[in-house]
Antibody, heavy 116, light 107 residues
Framework: EVQLVESGGSVVRPGGSLRLSCTGSGFTFDDFGMSWVRQAPGKGLEWVSSINWNGGITSYGDSVKGRFTISRDNAKKSLFLQMNRLGAEDTALYFC?????????WGQGIPVTVSS | EIVLTQSPGTLSLSPGERVTLSCRASQSVSSDSVAWYQQKPGQAPRVLIYGASSRATGIPHRFSGRGSGTDFTLSISRLEPEDFAVYYCQQYGSSRSFGQGTKVEIK
């Protein structure tokens, strides 16, 4: 059974940083690209970032470009999202998802709240 | 950036009815690179359709997708009680982006 489990969510002050992690199991992690998608409270889905199978190709949504960095450690079957210069607009539930283009398995999400 | 516009925003329907949801792109989506997702309250989204018309693993045949260029649709042939949810389209032909969602609610 494919499972994706996110961790690292927290309450952080505006301008602060946070690193999210996602651990995959039940599939060959380094066979797949991975992504982060977020959902602000009561809002729709927003694509954040994607990374290919070996980390050599990354892409970002316009709203996070230059502030967020996606990376992965295939030996640890883990995906990461380093988030810097956080603002209130980054408050959301962050989902880890399998796939670089479309997303066929999702974690349950981890909340990130940016508030003073 | 390709902007996806879904319509209508909300649909009020009864079980057993047929429904068609619309997703219009601001520019042509290459290679019919459109996916559809279903999301229920408190749950992660679930992929239904990819490549505009291919059903994902385990998705019932009552779900079907079609379209090309800028106009895409998701149809549900007969609504089951578990189908009442929010549906999102997503394009991956040029970067990635989601539509704003259509809520299908019980009438």
């Amino acid at each position: 059974e494919v499972q994706l489990v996110e961790s690292g969510g927290s309450v952080v002050r505006p301008g602060g940083s946070l690193r999210l992690s996602c651990t995959g199991s039940g599939f060959t992690f380094d066979d797949f690209g991975m992504s982060w998608v977020r959902q602000a409270p009561g809002k729709g889905l927003e694509w954040v970032s994607s990374i290919n199978w070996n980390g050599g190709i990354t892409s970002y949504g316009d709203s996070v470009k230059g502030r967020f960095t996606i990376s992965r450690d295939n030996a640890k079957k883990s995906l990461f999202l380093q988030m810097n210069r956080l603002g209130a607009e980054d408050t959301a539930l962050y989902f880890c998802a399998r796939g670089e283009l479309y997303f066929d398995y999702w974690g349950q999400g981890i909340p990130v709240t940016v508030s003073s | 950036e390709i902007v996806l516009t879904q319509s209508p925003g909300t649909l009020s329907l009864s079980p057993g009815e047929r429904v068609t949801l619309s997703c219009r792109a601001s520019q042509s989506v290459s290679s019919d690179s459109v996916a559809w997702y279903q999301q229920k309250p408190g749950q992660a989204p679930r992929v239904l359709i990819y490549g505009a018309s291919s059903r994902a693993t385990g998705i019932p045949h009552r779900f079907s997708g079609r379209g090309s260029g800028t106009d895409f649709t998701l149809s549900i042939s007969r609504l089951e009680p578990e189908d009442f949810a929010v549906y999102y389209c997503q394009q991956y032909g040029s970067s990635r982006s989601f539509g704003q969602g259509t809520k299908v609610e019980i009438k």
